[in-house]
């Protein structure tokens, strides 16, 4: 087999597989639809140990490396990766962030020669890293691009193999979307908004809406285990919900003396509720992101308007506490390509 010159987007695959909260693989692999990047980073965690008497470095311990796997995907009608990574078990089309708090997913990505259309066939190496915890999530729906979920993986193994022999039963040579998701995919008939008093002023065009949220996740170590005994999500975790509009009149959120008085009403901290929803190609397909009913304004940006030119734009940001829920239905219940047996 000939050596690779490079890597390049056409000769690399990823496969996941979901893995309970008693670290039990699924039997079902998946090839997530739509991944637009992956990037892996391994820290080392060095720790340096001095002594006295002795300028000089006495040792260097490797402190329970880490690897942190980032992939983005677009909506394209498949499997979200929260679901994936979440899920435990590749059935799952709808959970929490509780329920799903202590599932994990191993990953496989696959690299194929550079002189191949695709990622069929034998492949030249593949890393393989197990017991994933999926650590931060961030959610993108802009009005000039697509619609993208990303996920940052934690894990303490990566193990590299060269030449791990055919894998043409996980790979076809090609795939097509089943709904790539764009600005008017976004189905706002179906979305619940924080519209209204201390929230974004009811009719606004909103041009771009991001979700972020940070799991947290903290190691716990026992006696005579090397690796972490648990990555637990450190609850209360903070949700963040950001809504940018093209501003009509004014964002008219008012801090004055008498907002904050004995007997004023303080608008900005009412309860709203935020509820997202994308459509695919059918009209069974629907993915909805549900952020609760106590979302909050932390804070309001008017920014733009300047003499280089553009229009003001006004930035709503909503803060919540544990609550996030996606629900898939229709072609978000399947990933893209055949699932693969172990």
């Known amino acids: 087999m000939a050596t690779n010159k490079r890597i390049f987007y056409a000769t690399q ?38 002594q006295l008497g002795q300028l000089e470095l006495y040792d260097t311990i490797e402190n329970n490396p880490e690897v942190q796997i980032t992939l983005n995907k677009v909506f394209d009608g498949t499997k979200p990766l929260f679901l994936i990574t979440m899920g435990g078990t590749s059935a799952k089309t709808s959970g929490s962030i509780v329920e799903f708090q202590n599932n994990r997913v191993n990953l496989d990505l696959f ?158 901290t009412l309860d709203k509720p935020i509820r997202l929803a994308i459509c695919g190609t059918g009209e069974g397909d629907r993915l909805t992101i549900d952020l609760g009913d106590k979302n909050k304004l932390q804070s309001v940006n008017y920014t733009g308007g300047d003499t280089g030119g553009g229009n003001v734009q006004i930035s709503y940001s909503f803060t919540t506490n544990n609550t996030f829920t996606m629900d898939a239905q229709g072609t978000f219940q399947s990933d893209a390509a055949p699932t693969v047996g172990e």
């Open 13 to 50: 695959g990823v496969k996941l597989t979901p893995v309970d909260d008693e670290g039990v693989p699924d039997g079902t692999s998946l090839i997530p639809g739509g991944i637009q990047s992956v990037g892996i980073n391994t820290n080392y965690n060095l720790e340096r140990i001095f």
């Open 111 to 268: 690299v194929h020669q550079d002189t191949n259309q695709g990622t069929s066939g034998d492949a030249v190496s593949k890393v393989s890293c197990t017991g994933l915890y999926a650590s931060s999530f961030t959610y993108t729906f802009p009005t000039d691009g697509n619609l993208t979920e990303e996920v940052t993986l934690v894990g303490n193994t990566k193990t590299w193999s060269l030449a791990p022999g055919a894998n043409s039963d996980v790979f076809s040579e090609a795939v097509n979307a089943k709904g790539l998701a764009r600005r008017w995919k976004f189905d706002t008939d179906s979305c619940i908004f924080p519209i209204g008093s201390g929230g974004i002023p009811s009719g606004s065009p909103l041009s771009n809406v991001t979700i972020s949220f940070d799991l947290g996740r903290e190691a716990i170590y026992t006696l005579g285990q090397y690796v972490p005994y648990l990555r637990y999500v450190n609850f209360p975790l903070e949700i963040t919900s950001e809504f940018t509009s093209i501003a009509l009149d004014g964002d008219f959120l008012n801090v004055d003396e008498d907002t904050y008085s004995c007997t004023g009403v303080i608008a900005a």
